[in-house]
């Protein structure tokens, strides 16, 4: 199965550590985004790429965060000091762009516990 | 200020029957719409999408209401299996070019639907 995988599926850090996820997207899709996903909430948009430009943030994204994708493949995102509020699930996604709409496929997440 | 709306928490249906998910967004630029089925510990699943300009779109059970004039979507799914248990996500987009991409798209809490037997 080539779907977009995520590692770690969990990590639990203490307050004021730094974090990095990364990201593998489908390997014929050129764009990559970043989900929040807290409990009883749906995802919330953080950041997108297309190719190896990163083209759009949310306000969401605070200078903590930090989302790369060199060579347009895969993704990491760093959290810095990191707050017990950042304690939620980050889901990937990536898309074809194109006429017509292309839906986000998503991987199975990274669970981020801050203690 | 929530832009797509699932009033619904969660909804149980008898297996066999049909499920009406329901989901409101108040955006006017939205053009493209998606359903999406997400199960515990798992990532969301693409189900279904309808873009503006029609009013209906169906594949096999699945089947998605646009009524553009009252914002308003449902998805249809019939006849209800167990395996459809799981948490529906209502999301939309403003860019139907885009599928969804220079601003991501706009999804609401979810609908946790429970088949029973």
């Known amino acids: 199965d080539t779907g977009v995988s995520q590692n770690p599926r969990h990590k639990i850090t203490k307050r004021g550590q730094n974090v990095t996820f990364r990201c593998d997207p489908i390997s014929e899709h050129n764009r990559l985004y970043w989900y929040r996903q807290t409990l009883g909430q749906g995802p919330e948009f953080l950041t997108y790429?297309?190719?190896?430009?990163?083209?759009?943030k949310s306000r969401l994204l605070s200078d903590r965060f930090s989302a790369e994708r060199p060579k347009g493949s895969f993704s990491t995102l760093e959290i810095q000091r990191t707050e017990q509020g950042d304690s939620a699930m980050y889901l990937c996604?990536?898309?074809?762009?194109?006429?017509?709409?292309?839906?986000?496929?998503f991987g199975n997440g990274t669970r981020l516990t801050v203690t | 200020d929530q832009q797509v709306k699932q009033n619904s928490p969660s909804l149980s249906v008898q297996e066999g029957r049909i499920s009406i998910l329901n989901c409101d967004y108040t955006?006017?630029?939205?053009?493209?719409f998606l359903w999406y089925k997400k199960y515990p510990a798992e990532g969301p699943t693409f189900l279904i999408s309808?873009?503006?300009?029609?009013d209906k779109n169906e594949d096999g059970r699945f089947t998605v209401f646009l009524n553009k004039s009252a914002k308003h979507l449902s998805l249809h799914i019939v006849p209800s299996q167990p395996g459809d248990s799981a948490v529906y996500f209502c999301a939309a987009s403003a860019n139907v070019y885009s599928g969804g991409g220079a601003d991501g798209l706009t999804f609401g809490k979810g609908t946790h639907l429970i088949i029973q037997p």
């Open positions: 309808i873009s503006s300009i029609k």
């Open positions: 996604a990536s898309s074809v762009s194109g006429t017509g709409g292309s839906p986000l496929h």
């Open positions: 955006n006017s630029m939205f053009d493209y």
């Open positions: 790429f297309q190719n190896e430009a990163q083209l759009e």
